[in-house]
């Protein structure tokens, strides 16, 4: 091989580099890190994990329909209780950040069934809400101290 050669080989390997590592360069963004709580939730509730959700909230968590830590943990227990299995669809999530407040606005179809039934084609409970989840930063991690939700359609609970 001639050093041109060699030289253009070096040129090319090092291209490819660049073209996998700058990828994995990016750094995950405040607003990436607030999507990522957002998304857990839903995973977590179609596993019916109440853990995993009560770690995503913050232990100062109050709302303006009267719920705090404790009461939503009871909420999600009834409801989980209720409906052997839960679907949880977001299409999308908007995110603003400003410093260590976050906020996420998002609408979600949540169905809900029993297993082995004709839930499993047409579910038993069905709504569309939308909702608006404040979040802040503790200890260097998002957590939600707020949430209104409305079925979509209807007035604000």
């Not at 041109?4 to 073209?19: E, G, R, S």
């Not at 709302?63 to 977001?90: A, C, E, M, N, P």
């Not at 989840?133 to 604000?156: D, F």
Request: glycine share 8%; with cysteine.
């Amino acid at each position: 091989m001639s050093i041109v050669t060699i030289k253009k080989l070096m040129v090319i390997a090092a291209a490819a580099c660049l073209l996998f590592v700058v990828p994995g360069c990016h750094k995950e963004t405040d607003q990436d890190k607030v999507k990522k709580v957002i998304t857990g939730v839903q995973k977590a509730a179609e596993e019916k994990d109440v853990k995993k959700i009560i770690t995503s909230l913050s232990k100062a968590y109050r709302d303006s329909q009267g719920y705090d830590y404790d009461t939503i943990k009871g909420l999600l227990l009834g409801y989980f209780f209720r409906h052997q299995k839960v679907h949880v669809y977001i299409p999308d999530i908007v995110v603003s950040v400003e410093g260590a407040v976050g906020k996420a606005e998002f609408q979600a179809v949540l169905t809900g069934g029993q297993i082995g039934s004709a839930a499993d084609i047409v579910p038993e409970a069905l709504g569309v809400y939308a909702f608006d989840v404040s979040l802040r930063k503790e200890e260097n991690e998002w957590k939600v101290v707020s949430a209104s939700w409305n079925r979509v359609g209807e007035g604000k609970y």
